[in-house]
């Protein structure tokens, strides 16, 4: 079992940066896959990025390649999601989730992407015009 707790959410203007931060606790973390995602109101739930908690690789969507930024704090045990020249669209609900990760064993984000097992509950990030 694994609890996920998001933190750092907000109101920010566009242009601007905000850190969320994901603190994990159970078992075995390490071997888990950890990934953000958001929910805009009225849309589907959106992968953001993902990042193997024992290679340290990582993997963005497109949407939010070289603006968005993951990374892992081992000594913290949390994921963290870097978040640069906000805009508008921005505004979600944005959640942390993890799942047993199967880059290790040699296979596809897509697995990540598409079957996380466990979720936080979320937090808010509004951007402001």
């Known amino acids: 079992q694994v609890l996920l707790v998001e933190s750092g959410g907000g109101l920010v203007q566009t242009g601007d940066s905000l850190r969320l931060s994901c603190k994990i606790s159970g078992r075995a973390v390490s071997s888990y896959a950890m990934g953000w995602f958001r929910q805009a109101p009225g849309k589907e739930r959106e992968f953001l990025a993902a990042?193997?908690?024992?290679?340290?690789?990582?993997y963005y969507a497109d949407s939010v390649k070289g603006r968005f930024f993951i990374s892992k704090d081992s000594a913290e045990n949390t994921v963290n999601l870097e978040m640069n020249i906000l805009k508008s669209e921005d505004t979600a609900a944005y959640y942390c989730?993890?799942?047993?990760?199967?880059?290790?064993?040699?296979?596809?984000?897509?697995?990540?992407?598409?079957?996380?097992?466990?979720w936080g509950k979320g937090t808010l990030v509004t951007v402001s015009s």
């Open positions: 989730a993890a799942k047993l990760d199967p880059i290790l064993y040699g296979g596809r984000w897509s697995e990540v992407v598409d079957g996380m097992d466990y």
């Open positions: 990042i193997s908690w024992t290679l340290d690789s990582k």
